[in-house]
């Protein structure tokens, strides 16, 4: 089963970054976010059909690493339950609340964007469209998709790091790996409140450092899986 989880790991990280390139190069993402409200369902109206199945792809990519964390679970079972326990739920809620978050692109930003766009739309009726995505945007992008979400995936990462350095279940360095990308991400959580605190202190560097470094505990996770002998399964 090790082999199996291993591959879903590695698969899984390289996966999740071909929709993510597809959106940066066809839709400016993430950087688009930043331009007004109205430019930014303009520019996804004229992505059409192409760009709403991306965003789909987006959301369904992590699907390997969703079952790869629930096998490890299992694999790692007969060793501190609870700790597993909880490092397993974490993964688990972090995944599907950012699926739910990215899907609102796939099926609630393309009805406001067509409004927006749709000749003969007044002004009231676009100014409208503006707040609702606003909202939407808010909720589903920034209290679901990137903070309850990637909260609940930092502690399942740094669960399961403690399991490794705890337990001996993987090469240490893996484990403060682990901890070093946790530490970074959190501190990516600055720019979420800066959406609501202007004055709230943005590290820039944090959100791509730390999911650079996700990443890259992600497949060390599945590399050392792959290689690792039978005799040391727990």
């Known amino acids: 089963m090790k082999k199996v989880i291993g591959l879903l790991f590695v698969f899984g990280a390289i996966v999740v970054n071909i929709p993510y390139a597809m959106l940066i190069a066809n839709f400016n993402y993430p950087d688009i976010l930043r331009e007004p409200a109205g430019a930014v369902l303009t520019a996804f109206a004229a992505g059409g059909t192409p760009l709403i199945f991306t965003w789909l792809f987006f959301a369904l990519a992590g699907l390997p690493l969703l079952f790869g964390t629930i096998l490890l679970g299992e694999l ?23 699926l739910l978050g990215l899907l609102r692109w796939v099926f609630v930003v393309p009805v406001l964007a067509q409004n927006y766009v749709a000749p003969g739309s007044s002004e009231a009726t676009r100014e409208a469209t503006i707040v609702v995505f606003q909202t939407v945007n808010q909720f589903g992008g920034v209290l ?6 990637q909260i609940f995936s930092i502690l399942s990462m740094l669960l ?10 993987l090469k240490q360095w893996v484990g403060w790996l682990g901890f ?6 959190i501190l990516a959580q600055g720019e979420l409140f ?18 650079v470094l996700w990443i890259l505990w992600l497949i060390s996770l599945g590399v050392l899986l792959l290689i690792q002998k039978d ?4």
């Open 194 to 211: 800066h959406t609501v605190i202007p004055s709230f202190p943005v590290l820039d560097i944090a959100g791509l450092a730390g999911s």
């Open 231 to 234: 005799r040391q399964t727990q």
């Open 180 to 185: 070093a990308a946790s530490a970074i991400y």
């Open 160 to 169: 399961f790091s403690i399991l490794i350095l705890r337990n001996g279940l």
């Open 76 to 98: 790692w079972s007969g060793t501190s339950k609870m700790l597993v326990r909880l490092a397993t739920t974490f993964g688990v809620i972090g995944f599907v609340v950012q």
């Open 144 to 149: 679901l998709g990137e903070y309850v979400g």
